[in-house]
C-alpha cells in the first residue's frame, strides 16, 4: 500500500505545532499502524530527519499507551481495538491518513504525537485504591462471597486501560467514562465499598481540578472506547456521586 | 441540567393540554377560563415564579457548562469524525437550547407581557387574541421552526436527564429512549398543530 499521512508534529510543549505531509510505499496490509509508523520513522532516520514521536508500549492492547487520533477518530476506524491493534488493511491504497495527538487540555501535548496524561494517574492517587493493610495477615479473597454478577461488572469496569480515548472523542473533552469505571470496580466489590462515598467525591473533585469537561451524554465514549467500557458506569457513578452528596457524613 | 429540564418537561404538557383547549369548538369559552384560572390562582403563581426560575437555571447552567466544556479542548482537531460515534442532537444542545431561549422571549413579549403587564382592552379575549395572532403567516412559521428545534433538544434531552439522574437499565433503556423520543414528538406535533389548524381553517 502507498499512503500520504499527515501528521502533527510539535517540538515541545510551547511549540504552536503543524500537520506535516509524508509518503510511505510497500506497506503491508498485514501490519500494524504503529508497525506503518516504525516505517515511517525508519525512513526519516535514514533521511537523516527527526523520527515521528508517538506513544507505544506493550502493541497488545492491554496497556493503554498507544494513542492516535486516526482520520478523525480515536484509536482510527475500527471498534474495540486500540491503535496498535489497529491494521492497515482498514485502510485503502492511496489514502490520505490525518494522525493527530488527543486534544485535551488536561492532556498537553509533549512532543508531536506524545500527550501528558498524568492527570490520569492524579484521579486515581484522589481516590481509586482500596486501602487494606498488608502486614502478613492478608485474607484469601475468595473468604468473602461475591454475587457473580457484581464480579462480572466489576471485573468489565477493570478492563479499562486508561488510555484516555473517551476524553479524546468526547466533544466536552470528559473523563467520565474512565472515571466511573474506575469508581465502579470498586464500589461493586465488598473491599471497596467501605470508602465508596469518600472515593467517588474525590475523584470527581480532581476530575473537575485537572480541566476536563462536562459530561452531556452524547455516549462518543462507549463508541471509541477499545475495552467496550459501558455507560452504565456513568450511571452507576452518577447515583454513588448522588448518594454521596446527601448521606455523606464527612465534613467537606 | 437533568432536574430543571424535566421540571420544564412537565410544564410543557401542563401547557400543552391548555393550548388544546384552544381546538375546542365552544369560541373560546373553555381556553378563556382555563387562562384566566391560571392569572387567578395563588398556586399558578408561585409555580409560575419557580418556572421563571428553573428556565433562568437551565440556561445560567447551560453557559456554564458550554464555556467549561469549551475550554476544556482549547486546540481543535484537524479532522474530526463526531457522526461516527454520537447523534446530531446529542452534540448541539446548545444550539437548540439557544434557539428555543429566542422564542421563549418572543413568546413572552407577546402573551405574557400584553396581558399581565398591559392588560386587555374592554371586549378582548385572550382566545382573541390568540387566534388573531395565528393568522400572521410569519407567526405560524416562527412557531413551527421553535417546536421543531424543541423536538431536537427533547430528544436527546429526556433520555439524557434520566443517565444524568443514574437511571440507567438494560431492561429498562430502550423504554426509556423511546418514550422520551414518543414525548418529544407529541410535545411538537400538538403545539405545531395548533397554530396550523387556527391559520388554516379561521382564516
Ligand atoms: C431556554 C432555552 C434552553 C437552553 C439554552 C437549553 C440548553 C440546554 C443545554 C445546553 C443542555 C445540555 C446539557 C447536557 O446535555 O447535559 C440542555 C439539556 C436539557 N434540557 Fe435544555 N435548554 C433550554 C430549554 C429547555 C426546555 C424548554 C426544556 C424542557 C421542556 C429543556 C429540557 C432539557 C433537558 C431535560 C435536558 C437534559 C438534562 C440532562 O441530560 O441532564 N431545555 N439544555
Ligand atoms: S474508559 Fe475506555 S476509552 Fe476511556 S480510558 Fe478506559 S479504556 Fe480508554
Ligand atoms: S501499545 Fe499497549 S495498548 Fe497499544
Given at each position: 500500500m502507498n499512503l500520504t499521512l499527515k501528521i502533527w508534529r510539535q517540538k515541545n510543549k510551547n511549540d504552536k505545532g503543524r500537520l506535516e505531509t509524508y509518503q510511505v510505499s510497500n506497506i503491508s496490509p498485514d501490519s500494524s499502524f504503529l508497525e506503518m509508523l516504525d516505517v515511517l520513522n525508519e525512513q526519516l532516520i535514514n533521511e537523516g530527519k527527526e523520527p515521528v514521536a508517538f506513544d507505544h508500549d506493550c502493541r497488545e492492547g492491554i496497556c493503554g499507551m498507544c494513542s492516535l487520533y486516526i482520520n478523525g477518530e480515536a484509536h482510527g476506524?475500527?471498534?474495540?481495538?486500540t491503535t496498535c491493534q489497529l491494521h492497515m488493511r482498514k485502510f485503502k491504497d492511496g489514502d490520505t491518513i490525518y494522525i493527530e495527538p488527543w486534544r485535551s487540555a488536561a492532556f498537553p501535548v509533549i512532543k508531536d504525537l506524545v500527550v501528558d496524561r498524568s492527570a490520569f494517574d492524579r484521579i486515581m492517587a484522589a481516590g481509586g485504591f482500596v486501602s487494606v493493610n498488608t502486614s502478613g495477615n492478608t485474607q484469601d479473597a475468595n473468604n468473602i462471597p461475591i454475587p457473580k454478577d457484581d464480579a462480572d461488572k466489576a471485573f468489565d469496569a477493570a478492563t479499562c486501560i486508561g488510555c484516555g480515548a473517551c476524553v479524546a472523542t468526547c466533544k466536552n473533552g470528559s473523563a467520565m467514562l474512565f472515571v466511573s469505571a474506575k469508581v465502579s470496580q470498586f464500589a461493586l466489590l465488598p473491599q471497596g465499598k467501605v470508602e465508596a462515598t469518600r472515593r467517588v467525591h474525590n475523584m470527581v473533585k480532581q476530575m473537575d481540578e485537572e480541566g476536563f469537561g462536562n459530561c452531556s451524554n452524547t455516549g462518543a465514549c462507549e463508541v471509541e472506547c477499545p475495552k467496550g467500557i459501558s455507560l452504565e458506569n456513568i450511571a452507576r457513578m452518577n447515583r454513588e456521586y448522588l448518594k454521596a452528596s446527601i448521606i455523606s457524613e464527612d465534613e467537606e | 441540567m437533568a432536574l430543571t429540564g424535566l421540571f420544564l418537561v412537565v410544564f410543557l404538557l401542563e401547557h400543552l393540554y391548555g393550548n388544546l383547549l384552544l381546538l375546542k369548538p365552544d369560541g373560546g369559552a373553555a381556553f378563556n377560563e382555563y387562562s384566566h384560572n391560571m392569572t387567578s390562582n395563588v398556586f399558578i403563581r408561585i409555580v409560575e415564579i419557580l418556572l421563571f426560575l428553573g428556565i433562568l437555571a437551565h440556561v445560567v447552567n447551560a453557559l456554564r457548562l458550554t464555556i467549561e466544556n469549551k475550554k476544556a479542548r482549547p486546540v481543535k482537531y484537524a479532522v474530526n469524525k463526531p457522526a461516527a460515534n454520537s447523534s446530531w442532537f446529542s452534540r448541539n444542545m446548545g444550539l437548540t437550547g439557544s434557539i428555543i431561549l429566542v422564542f421563549i422571549v418572543i413568546h413572552l413579549s407577546d402573551y405574557f407581557f400584553e396581558y399581565r403587564v398591559e392588560g386587555l382592552d374592554g371586549d378582548e379575549t385572550i382566545y382573541g387574541e390568540v387566534i388573531e395572532s395565528f393568522k400572521n403567516l410569519w407567526y405560524v412559521i416562527i412557531y413551527i421552526v421553535a417546536f421543531i428545534f424543541l423536538g431536537f433538544h427533547l430528544n436527546h434531552a429526556i433520555q439524557s436527564a434520566f443517565q444524568t439522574l443514574g437511571i440507567n437499565h438494560p431492561k429498562y433503556n430502550p423504554i426509556i429512549k423511546k418514550t422520551g423520543a414518543a414525548l418529544a414528538f407529541i410535545i411538537t406535533i400538538g403545539f405545531t398543530f395548533i397554530p396550523l389548524y387556527i391559520y388554516f381553517t379561521m382564516h
Amino acid at each position: 500500500m502507498n499512503l500520504t499521512l499527515k501528521i502533527w508534529r510539535q517540538k515541545n510543549k510551547n511549540d504552536k505545532g503543524r500537520l506535516e505531509t509524508y509518503q510511505v510505499s510497500n506497506i503491508s496490509p498485514d501490519s500494524s499502524f504503529l508497525e506503518m509508523l516504525d516505517v515511517l520513522n525508519e525512513q526519516l532516520i535514514n533521511e537523516g530527519k527527526e523520527p515521528v514521536a508517538f506513544d507505544h508500549d506493550c502493541r497488545e492492547g492491554i496497556c493503554g499507551m498507544c494513542s492516535l487520533y486516526i482520520n478523525g477518530e480515536a484509536h482510527g476506524p475500527d471498534r474495540g481495538v486500540t491503535t496498535c491493534q489497529l491494521h492497515m488493511r482498514k485502510f485503502k491504497d492511496g489514502d490520505t491518513i490525518y494522525i493527530e495527538p488527543w486534544r485535551s487540555a488536561a492532556f498537553p501535548v509533549i512532543k508531536d504525537l506524545v500527550v501528558d496524561r498524568s492527570a490520569f494517574d492524579r484521579i486515581m492517587a484522589a481516590g481509586g485504591f482500596v486501602s487494606v493493610n498488608t502486614s502478613g495477615n492478608t485474607q484469601d479473597a475468595n473468604n468473602i462471597p461475591i454475587p457473580k454478577d457484581d464480579a462480572d461488572k466489576a471485573f468489565d469496569a477493570a478492563t479499562c486501560i486508561g488510555c484516555g480515548a473517551c476524553v479524546a472523542t468526547c466533544k466536552n473533552g470528559s473523563a467520565m467514562l474512565f472515571v466511573s469505571a474506575k469508581v465502579s470496580q470498586f464500589a461493586l466489590l465488598p473491599q471497596g465499598k467501605v470508602e465508596a462515598t469518600r472515593r467517588v467525591h474525590n475523584m470527581v473533585k480532581q476530575m473537575d481540578e485537572e480541566g476536563f469537561g462536562n459530561c452531556s451524554n452524547t455516549g462518543a465514549c462507549e463508541v471509541e472506547c477499545p475495552k467496550g467500557i459501558s455507560l452504565e458506569n456513568i450511571a452507576r457513578m452518577n447515583r454513588e456521586y448522588l448518594k454521596a452528596s446527601i448521606i455523606s457524613e464527612d465534613e467537606e | 441540567m437533568a432536574l430543571t429540564g424535566l421540571f420544564l418537561v412537565v410544564f410543557l404538557l401542563e401547557h400543552l393540554y391548555g393550548n388544546l383547549l384552544l381546538l375546542k369548538p365552544d369560541g373560546g369559552a373553555a381556553f378563556n377560563e382555563y387562562s384566566h384560572n391560571m392569572t387567578s390562582n395563588v398556586f399558578i403563581r408561585i409555580v409560575e415564579i419557580l418556572l421563571f426560575l428553573g428556565i433562568l437555571a437551565h440556561v445560567v447552567n447551560a453557559l456554564r457548562l458550554t464555556i467549561e466544556n469549551k475550554k476544556a479542548r482549547p486546540v481543535k482537531y484537524a479532522v474530526n469524525k463526531p457522526a461516527a460515534n454520537s447523534s446530531w442532537f446529542s452534540r448541539n444542545m446548545g444550539l437548540t437550547g439557544s434557539i428555543i431561549l429566542v422564542f421563549i422571549v418572543i413568546h413572552l413579549s407577546d402573551y405574557f407581557f400584553e396581558y399581565r403587564v398591559e392588560g386587555l382592552d374592554g371586549d378582548e379575549t385572550i382566545y382573541g387574541e390568540v387566534i388573531e395572532s395565528f393568522k400572521n403567516l410569519w407567526y405560524v412559521i416562527i412557531y413551527i421552526v421553535a417546536f421543531i428545534f424543541l423536538g431536537f433538544h427533547l430528544n436527546h434531552a429526556i433520555q439524557s436527564a434520566f443517565q444524568t439522574l443514574g437511571i440507567n437499565h438494560p431492561k429498562y433503556n430502550p423504554i426509556i429512549k423511546k418514550t422520551g423520543a414518543a414525548l418529544a414528538f407529541i410535545i411538537t406535533i400538538g403545539f405545531t398543530f395548533i397554530p396550523l389548524y387556527i391559520y388554516f381553517t379561521m382564516h
